[in-house]
């Protein structure tokens, strides 16, 4: 009786046959991964990147869409922390080189803040679409000191225009312009309310600069700093306008050194 004669490609279509099938398991879990990863994981990698400033709470949904509380925190177990009305809400897009992005914060922008993140090989590169947004100056407070001291009230009102933000490692490049007009500001170390308006000029480029200014009011604020790569060096001065020197005695001790009328303020 005559037998079938037994294929010798057999075990090697079997063998690749399953190798594919173990690639395309690989494949799927590692797309399911990326699509369907929930917005904690974003939550916990924010928190981390930004030493505990920074917090979504209540995250909700996936990395791509989702929606968080936002808290501001003096860092890692600080003792400050100030929360924004209402939720944040994200949606990424993956493009071929970079990520596409929209922030809808209903307490304090009347318009999605947008923007494009790109990789590079010593971090990244994020790009802010035009916009406007307002925010309120006690969230100041969260980030430790002096503000936690200081504790502000009134309303800032940021402004970007052609705002870039390139990561190199540990150091940080900034183009274009940011204005931050600060309104009806005061604190609890005076009994003046409002002590005045301010306008706080952030121009990038090779070596950025910061701008300080004075709108109207009883402290007068002024300055400028320079960013060399990983922190602000600022020097400024802050006196009271006639009449208003002792409302403003106790602040002007506490906000820089005295040097008569004046305080000095010098931070970096």
């Not at 981390?48 to 177990?77: D, I, K, M, Y």
């Not at 999605?112 to 407070?141: C, E, I, K, M, Y």
């Not at 009806?184 to 300080?212: E, N, V």
């Not at 020197?245 to 106790?250: C, K, Q, R």
Request: a positive charge; glycine letters at 12%.
């Amino acid at each position: 009786m005559a037998t079938r004669p037994r294929s010798i490609l057999a075990p090697e279509t079997s063998v690749i046959g399953w190798r594919w099938a173990l690639l395309g398991s690989v494949l799927g879990i590692a797309m399911a991964l990326a699509l369907f990863a929930p917005a904690r994981w974003l939550a916990a990698s924010l928190a981390q990147w930004s030493n505990g400033h920074l917090e979504l709470v209540n995250p909700r949904g996936t990395v791509w869409n989702g929606t968080a509380g936002v808290v501001f925190s003096s860092g890692g177990g600080g003792a400050e922390s100030i929360s924004l009305p209402g939720t944040l809400a994200w949606t990424l897009r993956p493009r071929w080189n970079a990520i596409a992005g929209a922030l809808d914060i209903p307490c304090c922008a009347a318009q999605s803040l947008r923007f494009t993140a790109a990789p590079h090989a010593n971090g990244v590169q994020v790009d802010w679409q035009d916009g406007q947004s307002r925010w309120p100056a006690a969230l100041l407070s969260g980030f430790g000191a002096p503000w936690n001291t200081l504790k502000p009230e009134g309303v800032l009102d940021l402004t970007t225009r052609a705002w870039s933000m390139r990561w190199d490692g540990p150091r940080l490049a900034m183009a274009g312009r940011a204005t931050l007009a600060a309104t009806d500001i005061s604190s609890s170390l005076s009994t003046l309310r409002p002590m005045g308006s301010y306008q706080l000029l952030l121009d990038g480029g090779p070596a950025p600069t910061l701008l300080l200014t004075t709108r109207e009011g009883s402290l007068q604020l002024s300055g400028s700093g320079r960013w060399n790569g990983k922190a602000f060096r600022f020097d400024g001065e802050a006196s009271a306008a006639a009449g208003r020197e002792d409302a403003l005695s106790n602040l002007l001790n506490i906000i820089g050194r005295r040097s008569g009328a004046r305080s000095l303020i010098t931070l970096g």
